[in-house]
């Protein structure tokens, strides 16, 4: 199993998308730098961008989710 996880990180890293038909897909999304709030010293701060994997269900999965046919 960990395998397949693996290679779905590698697929996201070199490719950006890993998409499993009927299921879904996942993405790297892109988020941009900005200003934040240290909660212990109250001052603000930049926050750097970061890349992170999102994912986003087929309608497939959607409707058994909902209990309904396709």
Do not use: H, W, Y
């Amino acid at each position: 199993m960990n395998l397949l996880f693996e290679e779905m990180s590698e697929a996201l890293i070199s490719e950006g998308t890993v998409e499993i038909t009927g299921f879904g897909k996942f993405v790297i999304f892109d988020r941009k730098k900005r200003m934040g709030i240290n909660p212990v010293t109250k001052e603000r701060m930049e926050i750097p961008a970061t890349k992170l994997p999102k994912f986003k269900p087929s309608q497939t999965l959607k409707n058994r989710c909902n209990n309904r046919e396709d």
